[in-house]
């Protein structure tokens, strides 16, 4: 038994011995193998990321009355008469691609030209109806638009300014105290203001300045998509 032991050994060793001669193995006076370069990741890289998706319909439909302080946007009833939720599958939901769970299962959640059509038509309908409720609200603090300012005031940068920081963290979430950041919903105010000659009902050249804000706010990619 100890004779086959010792031969089985040597035969092992046999084979050891004969990788290492035929370059199989490693060998500490071997010659390094040049492997070639290989791509390493530049730190100053930005990671990859997911790509830009939009807000589902139930999220929007969430996310507009919030704003409003509960006015919705609504349309004709294709079924019947009166004015209707707009995101429900017989109106505009299935157009938006809601899904029914029968023939769709998934919604896109790409931007694509019928959805900013659509959030045109919600941004200028639920606007429409913040501004008429504003025009006739006295209290300040449960009007939308005009929270921080008179519903006619046209001149006073500072309240202005105010009301559309105000605006920006309603509608977006964005806190700022800078004027840098209300510029550009400043030139529509000022804008409209100055370039409005006719006036519907019971409304003055601020409110349609407010609408217009409204509309931009609604309509700004920053409220639909993330």
């Known amino acids: 038994m100890k004779k086959l032991t010792t031969t089985m050994t040597l035969a092992a060793l046999g ?3 004969h990788l290492f001669a035929s370059g199989c193995g490693t060998s500490p006076d071997a010659d390094p193998v040049d492997l070639g370069s290989v791509d390493t990741l530049d730190a100053e890289e930005p990671p990859a990321h997911s790509s830009t998706r939009r807000m589902t319909i139930d999220q929007l439909q969430g996310s507009v009355p919030v704003v409003s302080g509960g006015l919705d946007w609504k349309t004709q009833a294709k079924k019947g008469s009166g004015m209707v939720n707009s995101y429900e599958p017989e109106q505009l939901g299935a157009t938006l691609g809601r899904p029914d769970y029968v023939m769709v299962l998934n919604e896109p959640a790409e931007v694509n030209s019928l959805y900013v059509k659509f959030a ?10 913040i501004v008429e409720r504003d025009a006739t609200t006295s209290s300040a603090d449960t009007r939308v638009m005009t929270r921080f300012v ?7 940068s500072a309240k ?3 009301n559309l920081r105000y605006l920006l963290l309603r509608f977006l979430g964005q806190y700022t105290t800078s004027e840098e950041e209300t510029a550009n919903l400043k030139a529509v105010f000022d804008g409209t ?4 000659t006719e006036l519907p009902p019971g409304s003055t050249r601020a409110l349609e300045g407010w609408r217009n804000v409204c509309v931009a706010l609604y309509k700004t990619p920053a409220f639909h998509v993330y």
Do not use: Q
Request: aromatic share 4%; net charge negative; charged share 35%.
């Open 150 to 156: 008179d519903n006619d005031e046209t001149e006073d």
């Open 120 to 129: 045109d038509d919600m941004a200028r309908y639920v606007c429409d109806a």
């Open 193 to 196: 203001v100055a370039s409005t």
């Open 15 to 17: 084979i050891v011995a």
């Open 160 to 162: 202005i300014n105010e």
